[in-house]
């Protein structure tokens, strides 16, 4: 693949910790983790240990204090370990990123050095039984009388379900309709009211606790909403980008995992006397998926340039998360495809990225509704 320049000499050796322990603590434990639904929550400790959670925290509240491309730098290496990466994205690039940007000084410090640590396991439960992608038609109700919300409602496909200690709550706080009155609630998932399903069964990404949270009078303390009332739909609407930029970050780096194990296979295996890899076809086919790869690397490295540059526009986001997800799509089934019979053994690598790789054009907003973003910019 191309050179690349938006990463210096200490993004490289982060790197490397981050890919040395992803194949020691969570390749070899996947299957395990897949027939039970979720993953042993001690793995999120260890990487706390190696200070591999939470990049952006500041120094002052325990975390690293490190650039955004520290945090694409895991997303990357967790790319093909995608049943856990979004498990570990969740936790530490989305519910830190809320608590960064509008929890007051009393909420940062109680719980994100506990996130850095690995001792507390972030969620966000935004998406509802009947809502979907539809943020604006959010049910769930907190009521607020004599300084605590009284929370009520139902949440699913909420990764990190089943091991969260806090879960940030998207609920409708005051009268209104669409966007308005909808607030970010901080709930300790040990309050009295707080409900967790099993763990969902899904086609891929079995390994990723992935489950449903109930809420039943749920007391929140008034002083645990994050930012101001009734402003929650803004503060989605802003961490969105960084959001979708990670899925596409995420769907590049698994294109090019599998665009690398089908070039060592189609390199070995053979077939009518020769390397699979000798037929002009496959020769053919690898140099598209190459081209593509390339094409998308070179889009999500120039929109993480202006993430850093804080200019990474809601538009560019939602084409680069709709575009190089479409594009893993493809890589993988035509890698499948390489790989013949053994491309279909559910116990393979390039099998297990094909039915992971369904969900990325789906969560994170469908891909049909990134289109309808950009469409209302014609």
Request: aromatic fraction near 8%; charged fraction near 25%; glycine fraction near 10%.
């Amino acid at each position: 693949m191309a050179t690349r320049t938006i990463f210096g000499p200490g993004h490289e050796l982060f790197r490397e910790t981050v890919r040395r322990f992803l194949a020691e603590e969570v390749g070899p434990k996947l299957r395990g983790w897949a027939e039970q639904g979720s993953f042993d929550r001690r793995v999120f400790q260890r990487a706390g240990d190696l200070g591999l959670l939470c990049p952006t925290v500041p120094e002052a509240l325990g975390g690293p204090g490190a650039d955004f491309l520290y945090s694409v730098v895991v997303l990357e290496a967790a790319a093909p370990y995608s049943n856990f990466g979004l498990s570990l994205t969740m936790h530490s690039e989305i519910v830190t990123n809320y608590f960064l940007h509008y929890g007051s000084d009393a909420l940062k410090t109680r719980w994100l050095p506990a996130m850095v640590r690995g001792n507390a396991i972030g969620a966000l439960a935004m998406t509802e039984p009947d809502g979907g992608s539809d943020v604006k038609a959010i049910r769930s109700r907190a009521t607020l009388r004599d300084g605590h919300y009284t929370l009520n409602g139902a949440k699913t496909f909420i990764s990190n379900a089943s091991t969260c200690d806090l879960v940030i709550v998207v609920a409708r706080t005051e009268a209104g309709e669409g966007g308005r009155g909808i607030s970010l609630l901080v709930v300790d998932t040990t309050l009295p009211g707080v409900r967790r399903g099993k763990p969902l069964k899904k086609m891929g990404l079995q390994s990723q606790d992935t489950g449903e949270l109930f809420f039943e009078d749920v007391p929140v303390p008034a002083d645990h909403c994050l930012g101001e009332p009734g402003a929650g739909f803004g503060y989605l609407m802003r961490e969105l980008p960084w959001e979708r930029l990670q899925i596409a970050v995420s769907a590049v780096a698994a294109a090019e995992d599998a665009y690398r194990m089908t070039l060592d296979y189609v390199r070995e295996r053979r077939a009518f006397g020769q390397a699979i890899a000798d037929f002009q076809h496959t020769r053919f086919l690898l140099a598209e998926l190459k081209t593509e790869i390339r094409l998308g690397r070179t889009f999500v490295d120039q929109c993480l340039c202006d993430l850093v540059a804080d200019r990474l526009d809601a538009e560019a986001a939602a084409m680069a998360k709709y575009w190089c997800t479409d594009l893993q799509g493809k890589v993988v089934d035509a890698c499948v495809q390489l790989h013949g019979g053994y491309g279909f053994m559910a116990e393979t690598a390039i099998a297990r990225a094909y039915v992971d790789a369904r969900a990325q054009r789906i969560y994170g907003g469908t891909n049909e509704i990134m289109k309808e973003l950009i469409a209302r910019n014609l």
